[in-house]
Every structure is written in C-alpha cells, then in structure tokens.
C-alpha cells in the first residue's frame, strides 16, 4: 500500500512536506468522492508521483480546495490538490490495486488461499479495475500498460521457459522487471499530456522505467527471506541473483532514474527531486540494510554499541508482536501509514539521512535546522517555493 517513498518529516522541510499531504490528501479524497470509501484502501504513495509530476511541470501550483477536519491530520482542515494529476494517480492506483490483489488470489497466499476470501477479492478488483479503467478514459489514459501488467508478469512467473540459467541472471531479471517497467512508464508519460509539456515525455518514460525497475527490485530484496521460507515466487532466487548484484542493478536503475529527472523541464523540481532522487535512494538503502547486505561500497547498519555506531544510539524498540502488534498494524493501515507504532518508527527514522548542505547556494536556508531535503549538496538546490527560511 504505501510504496517504496516514503517521505519522512524529519528529512523533509515543512514547505514540500505540506505539498506531499496536499496530493496524498487529494488522493484520498478523490478517491473517496468518486468511488466511495472502500477505495481509499487503494492510497498508495508511489501512486503519487504522477499527481507530483503533473504539478511539476506547470509554472503555477495545482489547484487547491479547502478540505475540511481529519484524524489523520490532528482533526485539522487542510489545503488538498484538486486537479487532474490526482485523477491520473487515483486511475493508476486503483488499476494496480486491481492486479495485486489478482496476483494474490491467483497465487493463493495467505488468506487468499480460502475460497471465500479469494471470491469476495476477485469480486473486489472487478470493480477497482472497472473504476480505474473508466476514470482513465475521461483524462485521455491508455491504461492497457497497467491493466496488462499482472497478466505478463504471471506469464513470465510461471513459464519454465523463463527461467534463465544461473549464470546468466541479470538478462532474465530485466525480462522479469519489464512489465512493472512498462506500466510506470506510460503512467509517468501521460503527465506530460496533461500538463502540456509533449517534450517531456520521453525522460518522463525513462524515469517511470527506472522507478518501476527499482520498485520491483526492492520488493523482491524485501520479500527474499519469506518467499524462501514459504516457497513462493521471488525473481531473485528465479534467477539466482545474489544480493550484492541485485544492488548492482539498484544502483543502475536509481542512477538511470536521477539521469531522467535531470532531463526534465521542470518550473517547479522541488517536491520531484525530493521524492524522485532522494527518497528512492533511502529506499535502496533500507532494503538492503534491512536484507542483511554488506555490499561492495555500502555501510552496514550497526548495532548500537558495535565499533562504528553512531554515537549514543538507543537500541531499537522490538515488535511485541501478537494482538498489540496486529492492532498498530490495522491503525497504520487506516492512516494512509502516518501513524506508525515506535518499533516502526525507530526502523525508518534509523536510514533517515543526515542533512549535508555543502555546495548548497540557497541565501538563508538553513536546511541542516530545517532538514530540508531538496537541499542536498550532491543533488543540488531546488528550493524555490520550498518554504525554508
């Protein structure tokens, strides 16, 4: 549900942070005005950046409206994206929403393996699929891509064929990642239609190729131990790739990914660049710390009081697991992942990075007070608008 980005507060100036909600907001509600309150479910974060892109490209902020109080935001109102890139990300989240949850019925994991649960699921994304579909002919969208999508990739899953010899992995890994890929690509291109910026479309392309690519990748890296001990699916043992190559293709995609972004005309690359280039680094590195890597060239994260710690580290809260867990778990889920139990907390705030202003030409911005992340050195300064002071 929520993604691979992951946005942070504490890594995030309060001026792109506040721009985030606006779109996941708008997602949601979106989602919910159009389709009722079970689609909501379907929120997902990296169904954001299309909404994101959109408003990128434009000179001028996407429309806002007023919404009114929401948990989720300490019972306060908010100024929420109303605009046709949200349309797009809601579309988009709903038709993958559809093909996950075919993927799993026809998988047959966990408790989709009862039949009424897998028929009451079939049932649902028959609807979230017909809902995405029809939103997306009213915004102009092909959504064949998306809609394809989890049929290939149960083709490739499940065809003998494709399985490549092991030593040579990688060909058949890309071949596995192709339909993600695909469906990324054409979402991430059609905001060039809608923000009118045709030129855009081919580093749009890349972009969403590379992002799908390592959207993949990362769950796979996550999903590693537990598909081996289940016996399910996962391209990575499919293909006999080891984690240290697996990063190797990470560190591709990211760096293929950052190249589009820097190809783009983008008026307003705050938010983009944030999401796009840094986030998804985090994300790498968080997948891989978390798999137990200890790559060519990578940290690996310590324990505290291991040489090399950071100084003054607590130790992490563990999972209680049982009832308490599953109750913290049910409450992230029904806020869109805000609410985050301190074991939870404790692990994402561990890979958040630590601002480096050198090379930063911002006058007055502080981001090293203000943890603003579109003040990185190594990605340079984009933080007109950003609100950092």
């Avoid at 100036?13 to 949601?28: F, I, N, R, S």
């Avoid at 994304?125 to 990739?153: I, V």
């Avoid at 009832?323 to 907390?345: I, V």
């Avoid at 994402?348 to 090379?359: H, I, T, Y």
């Amino acid at each position: 549900m929520f993604g691979i980005v992951r946005p942070c507060r504490h890594v995030m100036c309060k001026g792109l942070y506040a721009d985030w909600m606006g779109h996941l907001c708008g997602l949601c509600l979106a989602l919910r005005d159009e389709h009722g309150h079970l689609s909501r479910l379907v929120t997902n974060y990296d169904g954001l950046l299309v909404s994101v892109l959109t408003e990128a490209q434009s000179p001028a902020s996407a429309p806002r409206r007023r919404a009114g109080a929401c948990a989720l935001r300490g019972f306060k109102g908010a100024d929420v994206v109303q605009a046709e890139g949200v349309r797009l990300a809601a579309s988009v989240s709903l038709l993958l929403a559809a093909g996950k949850v075919r993927d799993h019925v026809a998988d047959g994991d966990g408790v989709y393996a009862r039949r009424p649960v897998a028929a009451g699921a079939t049932r649902l994304a028959g609807r979230w699929s017909s809902a995405g579909t029809a939103m997306a002919a009213t915004l102009g969208f092909d959504p064949t891509p998306l809609t394809a999508a989890a049929d290939r990739q149960a083709l490739l899953e499940r065809s003998p064929a494709q399985a490549p010899p092991r030593n040579v992995a990688a060909p058949g890994l890309r071949e596995l990642t192709g339909p993600t890929e695909d469906a990324v690509a054409a979402a991430f291109a059609h905001t060039a239609v809608l923000a009118g910026k045709p030129h855009n479309r081919e580093a749009l392309e890349a972009a969403g190729r590379g992002f799908g690519r390592l959207a993949h990748l990362i769950d796979a890296v996550e999903d590693l131990a537990d598909d081996r001990a289940s016996g399910a699916y996962n391209p990575l043992a499919a293909t006999g790739t080891g984690l240290d190559e697996a990063r190797r293709h990470c560190d591709a995609a990211h760096a293929e990914l950052r190249a589009a972004v820097d190809g783009l005309d983008l008026p307003r690359p705050g938010l983009t660049r944030a999401l796009l280039v840094r986030e998804t680094g985090s994300a790498v590195s968080r997948a891989f710390a978390t798999a137990g890597t200890h790559g060519t060239g990578h940290q690996p994260r310590h324990a505290p009081g291991d040489p090399g710690a950071p100084p003054g580290e607590r130790p992490p809260k563990r999972d209680p697991g049982g009832l308490l867990s599953l109750a913290c778990a049910a409450l992230t889920c029904c806020t869109c992942g805000l609410y985050r139990p301190a074991w939870d907390e404790d692990r994402e705030s561990s890979f958040c990075q630590r601002c480096d202003c050198s090379g930063c030409d911002c006058p007055g911005c502080d981001c090293c007070a203000n943890c603003c992340s579109c003040c990185q050195g190594e990605d340079g300064c984009a933080c007109d608008g950003c609100g950092c002071d």
